[in-house]
């Protein structure tokens, strides 16, 4: 036996030795979480690493000391908080979710370039079967698998030993001690580097696995529980001018789409063919506007409410009334057709339906409808409209990742396809 295959021999029997006996004898709590700590940092963290290696080493003079207490104080932090969380018999279903939730987390932030924040959780939240089966595909399934899957699987397999609950109380509180001094002596000792650091790349706190997701998660919660119980009414005096009885019913179609960038309108003066159609139309452009957010549960609710960009906060469409409650109130028929992820609040008190239920053979599948879908909703609509009304038709437009979904074939002229919903950002 070669010394090399000698010494892989020896580490391979070691560690089958060290599972047998963690099996036998169980391990404790905080060893566990040191575990988990010391995996989602290895295996969850790959862009929080590509950054901060940027940050440090790719610099005219590397700060070697900040180099080399930043996998350490990352640990303490990490540990810290799941230390928090991870309490008795809830430990293991706490750590088994926190691996599970940071396996998905961490191959979409690898795979799209996102970061963790409120507004990327309520997306998650906040999205449906159709958008959310996009994203499934084998590599995904075989990450979880590998990042997540297996150490819980792991864990179930060990057992934890336990102790009085003074003992264990004891035991916590040195391991957090420990970590803490670790977490505040590293800090005050280099507080200059890691205030400059945190200052000028705020990305961090967002692609710091699984402390993201805790913060993402609060803020999310924090705002839903702050939005007012009550509905603020809004144009309560508003009236529609009836002059001339004898004129036919007027018909206002408001077509909602995707966010879109300007940049990439031909409208606006991009070099390529992106609208030609609206182009013959002579229609009007009206270039200095702009989108509260690109999350559809934030731009959508802010373009219907009377607050504009500075004002709005995320959940106000579902306690203040907007242009639709305004119009009904009014006597106009008000209908909002859907083809995308839904109304984020803006239709809940209208009439409202989804297109996708009134299904075309030629354009949906058994998963979702093209946009074509909701011509015939509208003609179905004006066949029965008899006063004033108002349609929106919300459009899923050029809706990601899997763009190639959006249109039927004959309208590719735009190529080569990307034809995945995988793009492999890292």
Request: hydrophobic residues 45%.
């Amino acid at each position: 036996m070669t010394p090399s295959k000698s010494i892989v021999h020896t580490l391979l029997s070691k560690w089958i030795f060290a599972i047998r006996n963690a099996r036998q004898k169980g391990i404790s709590t905080n060893l566990l979480i040191g575990l988990v700590t010391f995996w989602l940092l290895l295996f969850a963290n790959a862009e929080l690493w590509n950054v901060l290696w940027k940050l440090v080493f790719k610099t005219d003079e590397v700060n070697w000391q900040l180099a080399a207490s930043l996998p350490v104080i990352v640990f303490a932090w990490v540990f810290t908080v799941l230390s928090l969380l991870s309490w008795g018999r809830l430990a293991k279903p706490i750590l088994c979710l926190v691996l599970i939730s940071a396996s998905f987390a961490s191959y979409f932030m690898n795979a799209y370039g996102i970061v963790i924040d409120y507004t990327m959780f309520t997306n998650v939240v906040e999205t449906d079967v159709a958008e959310a089966t996009e994203l499934l595909n084998w590599k995904l399934g075989l990450w979880v698998a590998m990042v997540g899957v297996l150490p819980v699987y792991l864990i179930a397999r060990v057992p934890l030993r336990r102790k009085p609950w003074a003992k264990a109380l004891v035991s916590r509180f040195i391991a957090l001690s420990l970590a803490l001094l670790t977490l505040s002596g590293i800090a005050l000792s280099q507080y200059q580097s890691y205030a400059s650091l945190l200052r000028n790349n705020r990305e961090i706190r967002l692609i710091l696995v699984p402390t993201n997701l805790f913060a993402a998660g609060h803020g999310y919660l924090k705002r839903q529980l702050a939005s007012p119980k009550t509905l603020t009414a809004i144009g309560t005096d508003a009236v529609v001018n009836r002059q001339g009885a004898a004129r036919k019913p007027r018909l206002l179609v408001l077509a909602v789409g995707e966010t879109a960038r300007s940049a990439n309108f031909s409208l606006n003066g991009y070099s390529r063919e992106t609208n030609p159609e609206l182009e013959k139309r002579n229609v009007i452009s009206f270039t200095n506007v702009s989108s509260c957010g690109t999350a559809t549960a934030v731009s959508l609710p802010c373009m219907f409410l009377d607050v504009g960009k500075a004002q709005y906060k995320d959940g106000l469409a579902k306690s203040r009334e907007g242009l639709l409650d305004v119009l009904q109130r009014a006597g106009i028929s008000v209908m909002w057709t859907d083809n995308n992820s839904g109304c984020k609040g803006v239709c809940d008190r209208v009439p409202n339906h989804k297109a996708a239920s009134h299904a075309d053979s030629q354009l949906c599948t058994s998963e979702e409808c093209k946009d074509g879908v909701l011509l015939t909703e509208m003609q179905d609509f004006i066949k029965r409209q008899e006063g004033d009304a108002v349609l929106v038709l919300h459009y899923k437009g050029s809706h990601g990742p899997a763009y190639y979904k959006r249109y039927p074939s004959q309208f590719k002229k735009f190529a080569p396809v990307c034809e995945t919903a995988y793009f492999g950002a890292s």
